[in-house]
């Protein structure tokens, strides 16, 4: 009895196919099903050509005399049984054939249940599902816990994709539709989702296609600071180290949230957003003009021309270019305290940020120096200025793993004028960065102060993925030269007349030595009301002998306040650029924003192992 019961379980467990015969092979049938199906098919349809156009006739060899009558008449004898041979091979095959369909119907309708648990593990489903499902991205530690992007079950029960920084890093991993970012292209399938049947057939075992996670440079504990810098203001963030190009920080506000965009409707909406535009990165894609920040620029020309010595006078009256033009004037009118009017050294000079000095210059410098130190910045130099009108990306800039991931990251590409078409007034104004110096993005601002930062004078490229080797872009100086910068940089937020000198007081006693440039830029900019919607002014003007009303938006100038730095000054890990529209002087908004980020990261422990004492108290 027992070996009965024994054998009839046994003949119970190999009743069941998955028992019998293996996971493996039962995950290959649907795939052989297929193949058995569409080959039935293909000899059924050369079946029925053959006889539909009688290109199948049976042929006989008859003995030599036999008369034509007898031939004719076993011929069609021979043929009719030929023929009836062939109908019972077409029906069989017929009936096979769809035996095969009906075992289909039956295994995926009326063992529906059976199918729906295979299927999870049918490689052609796991293909599928492994191409829809992306690797996490980790910020820089490498933790799951400070994952960016992640996969969560939702209330519903499904698997779907969420964001641990939605709004801080929006601009940066952008949307599943409409604005791309490093979310789809770090993880962009190149191969085919869907294997053939026969694919699944002959490999014995399948390889998926699974994403591996993905470990950025950015700091998640930096990135949320730096977001709070900026509530309720309008402008960009970016934090870099200079020795390896590694972005710790990058932010643009206004933002939005990855996790409430749910539709299209989501992404009309905020499209239309003209006054705040939060899908702008304005970070790398919003132009600016730098104000007394580029004179950093002009003081690596200066370097790189061996004018470094050069003196300038300063004079109430300012400086005139040429007879006739206006005059270029310092901040307050006149000359900049503490030095005065008087002959300046390029130090004196950016500590005080002296325009008249800068302007000088720049013309001294000439257009062709100024030229070639832009280039090696990856700045477009262009001979009208409305060349510079045209938005370039520059995806080259990069330190990336792939086209993709450059392009989605790539910055507008600051553009400075530098052909002859311009007088030797604008050239000035460019100088002290204002006039066709006013296409610069928060982010090129921040490459100028990594340079220098550099502690060989290198500019490395940019990369936001952990695992990539630093990469140089250019050798824009030598590092004496770099280093005798950085120390002109520190008389801005050291020096008795320096611009940002009260500002970064607590940084000073807490040992940390900060070199900067502060800036203030006036730009016209659109107005809008409490609405959102763009004011419009009346004009008139004669046409044809007609007065013409019509409308043009509201213009209105704004103050940008700007502040670019590295830190710490004897080994720099932090080149940083910050701009808020409508803040105002440079020492009054940015210059603070700036000093608050450092004193964040050095809590983290990014200043270096000088600076790490209490680094993981901080992120705990």
């Known amino acids: 009895m027992k070996i009965m019961l024994g054998l009839f379980n046994l003949s119970w467990r190999l009743s069941s196919l998955e028992q019998l015969i293996g996971n493996q092979v039962l995950e290959k049938i649907p795939a052989t099903l297929s193949l058995l199906y569409l080959l039935g098919l293909s000899i059924l349809a050369i079946l029925l050509l053959l006889f ?64 729906q648990k295979l299927s999870s593990r049918d490689l052609r489903f796991r293909r599928i599902s492994a191409s829809q499902l992306r690797g996490w991205i980790l910020d820089r530690s490498g933790k799951l816990e400070n994952s960016l992007a992640y996969y969560k079950k939702d209330s519903d029960g499904s698997i779907k994709r969420f964001y641990r920084l939605d709004r801080e890093m929006a601009h940066l991993l952008g949307t599943e539709i409409g604005v791309p970012g490093l979310d789809r292209a770090l993880f962009k399938q190149d191969i085919d989702k869907m294997p053939e049947a026969i694919d699944v057939v002959r490999t014995e075992k399948q390889i998926e296609p699974e994403d591996k996670d993905v470990r950025l440079t950015i700091d998640a504990e930096l990135q949320k600071f730096v977001a709070k810098q900026l509530e309720g203001k309008k402008g960009a963030i970016v934090v870099l180290n200079p020795q390896t190009g ?41 132009y600016y003009v730098p104000g007394s920040t580029f004179k950093t620029f002009t003081m690596i020309a200066a370097f790189r021309a061996g004018m470094q010595n050069a003196t300038f006078t300063s004079r109430p009256e300012g400086f005139i270019a040429f007879r006739g033009s206006k005059p270029i004037l310092d901040a307050n009118g006149g000359c900049e305290p503490p030095y005065g009017c008087t002959d300046l050294n ?39 200025p409305e060349e510079a009108l045209r938005v370039r990306f520059f995806p080259d800039i990069w330190n990336a793993s792939n086209s993709r991931v450059a392009n989605v990251l790539a910055p507008a590409q600051s553009v400075l004028v530098t052909g002859s078409s311009i007088s030797d007034y604008d050239l000035g104004l460019e100088g002290m960065g204002q006039g066709y110096a006013g296409q610069m993005t928060p982010f090129q601002m921040a490459l100028i102060a990594a340079a220098v930062g550099n502690l060989q004078g290198k500019l490395m490229k940019p990369k936001i993925e952990y695992d990539r080797q630093p990469e ?4 824009v100086l030598t590092p004496n030269q770099a280093a005798a910068i950085r120390d002109i940089m520190a008389l801005v937020t050291e020096g008795t007349g ?21 800036g203030t830029a006036e ?26 009303e019509y409308e043009v938006p509201l213009m209105q100038e704004r103050t940008d306040s700007w502040f670019i730095c590295i830190a710490p000054l004897e080994n720099p890990q932090l080149a940083i650029a910050v701009v808020v529209e409508g803040g105002g002087f440079g020492a009054k908004t940015a210059a603070p924003i700036a000093a608050n980020v450092i004193l964040r990261a050095k809590e983290l ?5 000088r600076y790490k004492s209490n680094a993981n108290k901080a992120r705990r």
Do not use: C
Request: proline share 2%; glycine share 6%; net charge positive.
């Open 605 to 609: 422990g990014l200043l270096g192992d």
């Open 246 to 286: 590694d972005i710790l920080s990058i932010y643009s506000n206004p933002s939005f949230s990855l996790n409430e965009i749910k539709d299209e409707e989501d992404l009309n909406r905020l499209e239309n957003d003209k006054a705040n535009k939060p899908f702008l990165n304005r970070a790398t894609r919003e």
């Open 472 to 475: 140089m872009y250019s050798q």
């Open 523 to 548: 730009k016209l900019a659109p107005v809008f009301d409490e609405k959102g919607k763009l004011k419009m002014v009346k004009r008139k003007r004669k046409v044809a002998g007609q007065i013409i």
């Open 498 to 518: 320096g611009t940002a000198t009260r500002v970064f007081a607590s940084l000073r006693e807490q040992g940390i030595r900060v070199g900067g440039k502060t």
């Open 346 to 384: 390029i130090a004196q000079a950016y500590e005080v940020s002296s325009n008249q000095y800068f302007a000088q210059m720049a013309i001294a410098l000439g257009r062709e120096r100024m030229k070639q130190t832009a280039q090696l910045f990856g700045i477009a130099t262009v001979e009208k």
């Open 52 to 115: 539909i156009f009688r290109r199948f006739k049976p042929s006989f060899a008859f003995e030599k005399g036999l008369p034509e009558a007898i031939m004719r008449k076993t011929n069609r004898a021979m043929t009719a049984r030929s023929l009836r041979i062939w109908q019972v091979v077409f029906i069989v095959l017929a009936i096979t054939i769809f035996s095969f369909h009906i075992y289909w119907v039956k295994f995926a309708v009326i063992d529906n249940e059976k199918f």
